[in-house]
């Protein structure tokens, strides 16, 4: 029996999906534990590219159960469509995929006041994806939400009705002009809400209790990045859910002295999309290049992402605040041709040098401090052994090892399952 957890260090799209993909084979339930359809976890193999947005990286697997946990939001349209995009590939959802009862759900009104809150927050706006996430956890956290359990229950729908109602009186509070047409949207909700059912809708802390006792392994998966948490992250830059690895034990119902080994995974570079801080950016030509060459684009929104340099103080911070037991840093070929290499090591903080993430983070008062290496020339997306890895991307990693005092385990030098190093 065992209980991994795996989530991202950065600021999100750090490769998730592929890792637990590669990973997947060593479990018997892979568990999604928080976040919604802002993800885009994104699957490469025998020449397929897919990408999952609710629905656990494990699919793809024979002989595993993939689970939605109770942290997670599920739009059920989206949710539909995720389904209906998986159909050509012929996998038996109905034993493969199971749900929470206590997963909240997202409503059509959901997105609708996201996109209001949005709209009314002017230059200040968080950059959301707009799929509803933080109205819906705010229903939840707020005791007005709706369940995926309550689908089964004979007051589903005057549930629905009372909630979507409060929502519209909140939409027009906000005073934005948001068109929308309300009964086309609830057509498309319940006609996937029908969909939905067609799957088990589990308790998934007493399953997860019961596969443990019997011996299963399982492998939670997080979503977004540690400097996305709404405690941890760049607040308000931030999502509205716990990303860190004390989510797994909420999104789940797993208790934390179970869990064993903490999976982390980041980038050799930093990427973040929406706004907020972000010490290391890049707005010159090195910004560009990695975004051009690891086609740095949102797989949910299309945005371009905002490129920039390693930063060993967020992840060192990110690291800590998980319990980070092994590393695996995704996208190292996105280095190649760079003559010089930059990792931040520290900030200048007011007048100070300061090794940690101050409460406020703002370019004027933070400037990060760097180490500089040597590039390599090499293409590394053909390589498959450590020891074939250039020896400036050894010290690279290296480097980083002694700073964050943590192994690198796995090395991705490509977007493809086979394109992944184990050192
Ligand atoms: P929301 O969670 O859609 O409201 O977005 C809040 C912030 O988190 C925005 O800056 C988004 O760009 C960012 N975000 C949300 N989900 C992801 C993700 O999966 N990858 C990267 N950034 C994300």
Redesign the pocket.
Same mark, same amino acid.
């Given at each position: 029996m065992t209980v991994d957890l795996l989530l991202g260090l950065q600021? #999100?799209?750090e490769g998730k999906g592929k890792i637990v993909d590669v990973l997947t084979s060593k479990y018997d339930i892979i568990a999604r534990f928080q #976040?919604g359809p802002?993800? =885009?976890h994104t699957l490469e193999f025998d020449g397929i590219k897919h990408v999952l947005r609710t629905i656990p990286s494990g699919i793809f697997h024979k002989n595993n159960i993939n689970i939605i946990g109770n942290g997670v939001v599920i739009d059920p349209v989206v949710f539909k469509s995720e389904i209906d995009g998986l159909a050509k590939f012929n996998l038996d959802l109905k034993s493969k995929l199971i749900i929470s009862r206590k997963a909240h759900l997202i409503l059509p009104t959901h997105r609708l006041l996201?996109a209001a809150s949005e709209t009314a927050k002017g230059k200040a706006k968080? #950059? !959301?994806?707009?799929?509803g996430? !933080?109205p819906t956890y705010m229903d939840k956290t707020g005791r007005n939400g709706i369940r995926v359990g309550d689908i089964e229950l004979a007051d589903f729908k005057d549930k629905y009705r009372a909630l979507a109602n409060k929502h519209e009186e909140m939409i027009a509070f906000y005073d934005v002009a948001i068109q929308y047409n309300l009964p086309e949207l609830e057509k498309e909700f319940f006609e996937a809400i029908e969909d939905l059912r067609k799957l088990d809708f589990i308790d998934s802390e007493e399953y997860l209790a019961k596969a443990q006792k019997e011996g299963k392994s399982i492998l939670c998966e997080g979503?977004? #990045?540690s400097l996305?948490d709404v405690d941890f992250g760049t607040y308000p830059? /931030?999502?509205?859910s716990n990303t860190t690895a004390a989510g797994a034990c909420t999104g789940l119902g797993i208790a934390p002295n179970k869990i064993k080994e903490v999976f982390g995974i980041f980038k050799a570079y930093t990427t973040? /999309? =929406? !706004?907020?801080p972000f010490p290391t950016e890049d707005f010159g030509d090195d910004g560009d290049v990695m975004a051009k060459v690891g086609n740095e684009f =949102?797989s /949910?929104t299309g945005r371009k992402r905002r490129c920039g340099w390693l930063d060993l103080v967020a992840l060192k911070y990110a690291i800590q605040i998980n319990g980070v037991t092994q590393l695996m840093m995704m996208k190292g070929d996105v280095l190649s041709g760079f003559e010089t290499l930059k990792v931040c090591t520290g900030y200048n903080y007011k007048g100070e040098v300061i090794h940690h993430l101050p409460f406020n983070i703002e370019e004027e008062n933070v400037t990060p401090i760097y180490t500089e290496f040597k590039g390599w020339a090499q293409d590394l997306t053909g390589l498959t052994t450590f020891e074939s890895l250039p020896k400036e991307l050894k010290d690279y990693i290296e480097f980083i090892e002694k700073e964050v005092e943590v192994p690198i385990k796995i090395i991705s030098v490509g977007p493809d399952r086979k394109q992944t190093i184990m050192k």
């Open positions: 600021w #999100g799209d #976040g802002n993800a =885009g996201d968080i #950059g !959301s994806t707009l799929k996430i !933080s979503a977004q #990045g996305l830059f /931030v999502t509205s973040r /999309v =929406g !706004s907020g =949102g /949910v």
